[in-house]
């Protein structure tokens, strides 16, 4: 069969779209290109399942609608795999219904969060024919490909599909497959170049992801969406992961590598780990990233990873009130946080954290807390880079649910949940939000931070960095500027 592995084109005044593999929404005036893990097994899969396979980012290949519908025309597949999230479900119903006039033939999947937690309203407002929920849905394409081509009738559990003009399900996903059991992703098919160099975190490039976990080990949060995907933790082995990176070093160049799993296995799981990155030499090779929450680890532990060549580490800090953090289900307390990213940072790291506001409990003071504690690790040289987001409520999560249950919510028109205004009623204006958020970015923009950062340089490619990301930066408060006046 041919399939096609497509993220369509979403041309908009707001920006460029952050969808393929990010958990939080947002339109950047400045592109990242996150490489997207899930798909890329998927399409990895298919193809070693004999299938005829191709890969279409319209997002991250910059096409425009016409040229994506060229593309869709020329290749004319039998099953096209579409992603999808909340601020954009509504322009890929619209996406779907040109590409079924189109190509009425060839059937269209839909997979992601949103759909997830909503399958059969999408199922209500545009063509598409199959609804694969749940995270799986590498492992569920493959199954459902066996079956469209030997004509049965689709059961990949948690699937979504018509049936004699009704909508029709398989019940719920299942998470039982083993991650040790994927293959390693064929990068070229996939386009890995795309994503090799317009994303922030990247020091070193090209740098590339993998995702090790699905999703984390934590999996409480009451605001992350992949909770909707993701409700049972598994993680390959360490040497699987060993393996990999091994892999990306000698057969694609790559200098940098950046662990997307929720939050990286940590324990025994990452001891050995970091003494297999050790033992192989591949702390000499390439610089490591993951995602981290405070209050976890021990200095030993911070130091290994320090050993084994992390570098870029990101840690959900997301609100410095521990009201706050007990209320969303946040592991770790706040008193733990400044010494967290101490240790992380003797121990070689570069801390960076993620803040959010537009708390609907939170007052102006408890929110400017969050700033006053970005502010303060930043002027003591514990951490190096942040985000700030405005929190959204997911369809799906249980922040949602007990929005709808509350009354919080101001809108249900899924196009405005993209961080550019509250979606729950707050103390706080949109204004006020924005503000807030823009003074997030500003904190570290101190004299003794940026001499510091100055007295770091030590080649051509720190300079480069520093750069990249101070247009990062300025990107990010043009954002909000601009939703400020929209």
């Not at 119903?93 to 969060?113: E, F, M, V």
């Not at 394409?141 to 699937?159: K, Y």
Request: aromatic share 12%.
């Amino acid at each position: 069969m041919k399939v096609l592995i497509a993220y369509p084109p979403i041309p908009s005044e707001k920006g460029v779209p952050l969808l393929s593999q990010n958990r939080q929404f947002q339109w950047f005036s400045k592109p990242t290109f996150i490489y997207p893990m899930v798909p890329a097994y998927a399409a990895t899969m298919a193809r070693n399942a004999g299938h005829d396979v191709m890969w279409c980012d319209g997002i991250a290949e910059r096409l425009t609608p016409e040229e994506f519908e060229s593309i869709y025309r020329a290749f004319s597949p039998d099953v096209t795999l579409i992603e999808a999230k909340t601020p954009i479900i509504k322009a890929y119903w619209r996406t779907i219904r040109c590409l079924k006039n189109i190509h009425p033939a060839g059937a269209i999947a839909l997979c992601g969060d949103h759909v997830t937690a909503l399958p059969e309203e999408s199922m209500q407002h545009c063509p598409v024919d199959y609804i694969l929920t749940g995270g799986d849905y590498d492992f569920a394409l493959v199954e459902l490909l066996v079956q469209l081509s030997e004509g049965r009738q689709p059961d990949v559990a948690g699937l979504y599909y018509r049936s004699g003009g009704e909508v029709k399900s398989t019940g719920r996903y299942e998470l039982t497959r083993n991650l040790d059991d994927l293959p390693l992703i064929d990068r070229e098919l996939t386009k890995w170049k795309l994503y090799a160099y317009e994303n922030g975190n990247y020091r070193q490039r090209p740098g590339t992801y993998t995702m090790v976990g699905r999703d984390c080990w934590w999996g409480k949060c009451d605001f992350c969406s992949w909770t909707t995907l993701y409700d049972k933790w598994r993680t390959q082995s360490p040497k699987r992961l060993l393996d990999e990176i091994g892999h990306l070093i000698d057969n694609y160049g790559v200098r940098e590598i950046f662990d997307d799993t929720g939050c990286f296995p940590a324990g025994a799981w990452l001891r050995e780990f970091c003494e297999g990155v050790i033992e192989r030499g591949y702390h000499k090779r390439v610089v490591l990233g993951c995602n981290m929450i405070p209050g976890v680890l021990s200095q030993e532990l911070y130091d290994l990873m320090g050993a084994a060549n992390f570098r870029f580490v990101l840690f959900g800090l997301e609100s410095a009130e521990q009201s706050t953090l007990e209320r969303i289900h946040k592991c770790g307390k706040a008193k733990d946080i400044e010494n967290s990213m101490r240790m992380a940072k003797q121990a070689g790291l570069r801390p960076h954290v993620t803040c959010m506001v537009g708390y609907p409990w939170e007052t102006v003071k408890q929110s400017l807390a969050t700033i006053d504690l970005s502010r303060s690790l930043f002027k003591k040289g514990y951490i190096d880079t942040l985000q700030a987001t405005v929190i959204i409520p997911y369809p799906g999560t249980r922040l949602f649910k007990e929005c709808e249950e509350k009354g919080w919510l101001n809108t249900k028109d899924w196009d405005r949940y993209d961080m550019r205004e509250l979606i729950m009623k707050c103390s706080m204006s949109d204004d006020e939000i924005r503000t807030m958020t823009r003074s997030i970015y500003r904190s570290f923009l101190t004299p003794r931070f940026i001499w510091r950062k100055l007295r770091e340089i030590r080649s051509p490619q720190d300079m480069a960095y520093y750069i990249r990301a101070g247009l990062r930066v300025i990107a990010h408060l043009v954002d909000f500027r601009a939703r400020a006046s929209g």
